[in-house]
């Protein structure tokens, strides 16, 4: 792979041992990929975040590097942690796991990382420009960054992502090129779309069948903001979707059209979605009843606080959103009409990354194809249904 000179200097270590290793790390990573060169990046936004899945062995890594001297030279944010920084007690969370999670953020810190805490960077203002190239981690956030924003970046970890904010440069492969940003299905949607949770379904579908190809859709109707962020978040998981083109809903699938010519359909129908949301659930006993999985934006809280008034949700409803879009709804009375009627609203964390099975939970109902996912996957009994009924069901 071609460096610079300045570039064989940060990996001879003249800028020290922190850069020198993170630049060990991108350039053995280009090499896996056939990388040309390494381009400049603009962000990062970085994952692996949770004491769950750090564990002490992780979060030593993490201050190792800090002690080091990892700094970060583009902005970079952060994904969720495993509690609310500040209501981690209200939630149950064990005080051993919140001693390792508040060592967690301050390395993150210490290397200059924003301690957002949220998967939707997107919706407090960490938007990359169309065309960027960054490095960002965790699957929606990526797929919304070079789907509906036209940024450019792989499926990143949380170390590869780590080493990017602190040299500002990623290998040029993968998403980075126009080839690979080339539609690799088209997708028909062969129904009416209808609610946030027909694409969250959708995603979900698409994912299982085409892996990690990159769909082109037609046929989406007019997807709100909420209803892209579901979407890609749900294909991201069920396969291994980092982009997709909607026709007429995405700003580079104009480009996309030109390069349909011998691209294989599939037709997705309203029974393709039923069918999904039938093989993935139960009905849970005694759930917990979840929203904000991606992190909700300011709309989802405004509309869960509607549909709160005048309930009695005993704790039963928790939702999650990330710190920003938390202040803002507290500005607007959301937080204390949600919580006056019994839910809870928390930031920094979320439905897949808290300690649950340690905090009592025994099911899970969610609105969220992804959430509901992971819930399975992590051995809860789970429901996945629409907003509405979701504040029904916590409703006694
Ligand atoms: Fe975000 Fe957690 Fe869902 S990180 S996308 S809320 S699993």
């Known amino acids: 792979m071609f460096l610079t000179r300045d570039q064989e200097r940060m990996l001879e270590g003249e800028n020290g041992d922190a850069v020198r290793k993170s630049m060990e790390l991108l350039v053995a990573l280009g090499e896996v990929f056939g990388a040309e060169k390494l381009v400049p990046i603009e962000s990062a936004h970085i994952s692996g975040v949770s004491y769950k899945n750090l564990g002490d062995a992780g979060t030593e890594w993490l201050e190792e590097q800090a002690e080091l001297g990892s700094r970060c030279r583009v902005r970079a944010t952060l994904n969720p942690a495993g509690m609310d920084m500040e209501k981690w007690e209200e939630m149950n969370v064990p005080p051993e796991f919140a001693e390792g999670q508040v060592r967690v953020i301050e390395a993150f810190k210490r290397m200059g990382v924003e301690p957002t805490c949220t998967c939707t960077p997107y919706l407090i203002g ?78 979900y579908v698409t994912g299982k069948t085409l892996g990690n190809a990159v769909p082109y859709f037609r046929g989406l109707g007019s997807p709100d903001l909420e209803s892209m962020k579901t979407l890609g978040a749900a294909c991201a998981t069920s396969g291994g979707v980092a982009l997709w083109h909607g026709e007429g809903v995405t700003p580079e699938a104009g480009w996309a059209a030109g390069h349909l010519d011998g691209v294989e359909k599939v037709t997705v129908e309203c029974s393709d979605l039923e069918e999904a949301r039938e093989r993935l659930v139960c009905d849970p006993s005694n759930p917990t009843y979840c929203v904000g999985c991606p992190h909700c934006s300011l709309r989802e809280m405004a509309e869960t606080a509607e549909l709160a008034k005048g309930r009695d949700l005993g704790g039963r409803l928790w939702v999650f959103t990330s710190r920003g879009v938390y202040q803002e709804a507290a500005r607007a009375g959301h937080v204390e009409t949600i919580e006056k009627a019994g839910g809870r609203v928390y930031s920094d964390t979320c439905m897949v990354v808290a300690p649950l099975h340690e905090m009592g939970w025994e099911g899970v109902a969610t609105n969220s194809f992804k959430g509901g996912y992971y819930s399975v996957a992590h051995g809860f009994e789970t429901m996945i249904t629409t907003l509405d009924k979701l504040v029904e069901g916590a409703s006694r």
Not at 152 to 160: F, K
């Open 126 to 203: 960490h938007v990359p420009r169309m065309g960027a190239q960054v490095a960002w981690a965790e699957s929606n956030a990526v797929c919304f960054s070079n789907s509906v924003i036209g940024a450019r970046t792989n499926r990143e970890s949380g170390p590869t992502t780590l080493a990017s904010a602190v040299t500002g440069l990623t290998p040029l492969y993968g998403y980075r090129l126009d080839e690979n940003r080339e539609p690799g299905k088209i997708v028909e949607v062969g129904t009416e779309m209808k609610t946030r949770l027909d694409y969250s379904a959708l995603g």
